[in-house]
């Protein structure tokens, strides 16, 4: 599982991006400063991150979720996190993600499986 750091446009105006991994993907447990909270920052199970949108594993591990970045609206309220769409199928995510951000498909999602197994992580 990696993280879309940045999504850019060369000069063909094909998408490129730079990914790093997330701190602890995939894990049952959050580690020490990570939440529990699916529309935290903070979120412990991220799947793909890019520009302003994220697919996380819920954390009943039940479905996935497809969010939007938003700001806080309260003086000093970092970024939280809207969820969009609750696919429970890798093609219904692809259509989702396609339908909602515009943007390229992040590479982890071809590893996903077909659809969500309870408990599989």
């Known amino acids: 599982m990696t993280e879309c750091v940045g999504i850019q446009a060369n000069e063909a105006g094909n998408f490129a991006t730079s ?10 447990k959050p580690d ?4 529990r909270c699916e529309g935290s920052e903070a979120y412990y199970r991220i799947i793909a ?24 609206r309260a003086r000093g309220a ?3 996190w809207k969820a969009l769409r609750y696919p ?11 339908e909602l951000t515009a943007l390229p498909l992040p590479p982890e999602i071809e590893k996903l499986p077909a659809k969500i197994i309870r408990n599989a992580t």
Do not use: F, M
């Not at 020490?32 to 939440?35: A, F, M, N, V």
């Not at 429970?88 to 259509?95: A, D, F, H, M, N």
């Open 19 to 28: 990914c790093t991994k997330p701190a602890n993907p995939g894990r049952e």
């Open 88 to 98: 429970t199928t890798k093609s219904v995510l692809i259509r989702d993600w396609h």
């Open 49 to 72: 991150l890019c520009v302003n949108y994220r697919i996380i594993l819920c954390k009943d591990a039940i479905q996935w979720i497809i969010q939007r970045r938003i700001r806080g």
């Open 78 to 80: 970092g970024a939280r």
């Open 32 to 35: 020490l400063g990570q939440s």
